[in-house]
């Protein structure tokens, strides 16, 4: 997986901090022609927005399950829903490998495009990267050598984390 499609997944997941940036159809309408995924005349619904926020929700449980969450009995669903509207096709490349490409158009082409991003990171063993924050749940790509980090950035959460644990064996009489 190169590094503009791991950043635009990383974007999507992004999408949700301390506001919702793809909440209504001008915002998602905004973020998707932003990074080219829609035409600026495309229509964007209530429907999208719905359907992209369950997507970004299923997949942010998906960043949680590497590491090492239960899984959602939802993600399968919103998976099904966003191949049902624009099912991922299955291409030939120059070399005669099999990929995957969206489907579909507007909205749902742009979804499909997301998707077919969490399947190439997949395939190329880069998707158990993806993680969200141990302390405050944000999801980030883990780039270290052995894919060991919890934290999303360890100068933040992971020194907060730390001195927490700290405190509670200092409470017990541990050291």
């Known amino acids: 997986m190169d590094e503009a499609a791991r950043d635009l997944l990383l974007q999507f997941l992004w999408t949700r901090d301390f506001e919702d ?95 077919a991003l969490g399947y190439q990171a997949t395939v190329d063993g880069e998707f158990p990267r993806f993680k969200t924050c141990k302390a405050c749940g944000f999801p980030f790509y883990d780039g270290s050598k052995n894919a060991s980090r919890v934290w999303c950035d360890m100068n933040a959460c992971g020194t907060k984390e730390k001195m927490r644990a700290y405190r509670a064996r200092k409470a017990l009489g541990q050291k």
């Open 21 to 115: 940036h793809i909440d209504t159809p001008e915002k998602l309408r905004g973020w998707l022609t932003g990074l080219s995924l829609l035409e600026p005349e495309d229509a964007v619904t209530d429907d999208d927005v719905r359907l992209a926020r369950r997507l970004r929700a299923a997949t942010r449980n998906l960043c949680a399950v590497n590491g090492g969450a239960a899984l959602d009995e939802r993600t399968n669903e919103v998976i099904d829903m966003v191949n049902a509207l624009a099912p991922l096709q299955v291409t030939v490349g120059p070399s005669g490998a099999l990929g995957v490409a969206p489907g579909g158009t507007g909205v749902g082409r742009a979804l499909s495009t997301l998707l």
